[in-house]
Nanobody, 123 residues
């Protein structure tokens, strides 16, 4: 069992930066791949980024590639999403999710989810 808690969201102007954190409970966190997803108003939940168990491989949606960076610190049971050059279209609730098998771009493949953190980018 893994519990996930996101933090770090907020209101930022276009071009600004935020760093989201996903803190996990449980001593087996390093056995889970982790993904970040987002859901904007009236939109479906979409894949943002993912990182493998050891952090050796990362993957990004085309819309955030070059602007967002996912990383993890297994000693702290935490995954981060550094978001730079934010745009109004990045406005959404951001969720982290853990998958015991491997990362995926499909939300239904993930076993555990956090409650989400709101990111609002003003123009």
């Amino acid at each position: 069992q893994v519990q996930l808690v996101e933090s770090g969201g907020g209101l930022v102007q276009a071009g600004g930066s935020l760093r989201l954190s996903c803190a996990a409970s449980g001593r087996t966190f390093s056995t889970y791949s982790v993904g970040w997803f987002r859901q904007g108003p009236g939109k479906e939940r979409e894949f943002v980024a993912a990182i493998t168990r050891t952090g050796g491989s990362t993957n990004y949606a085309d819309s955030v590639k070059g602007r967002f960076t996912i990383s993890r610190d297994n000693a702290k049971n935490t995954v981060y999403l550094q978001m730079n050059s934010l745009k109004p279209e990045d406005t959404a609730v951001y969720y982290c999710a853990a998958d015991y098998m491997s990362w995926s771009t499909i939300p239904a493949r993930y076993d555990y989810w956090g409650q989400g953190t709101q990111v609002t980018v003003s123009s």
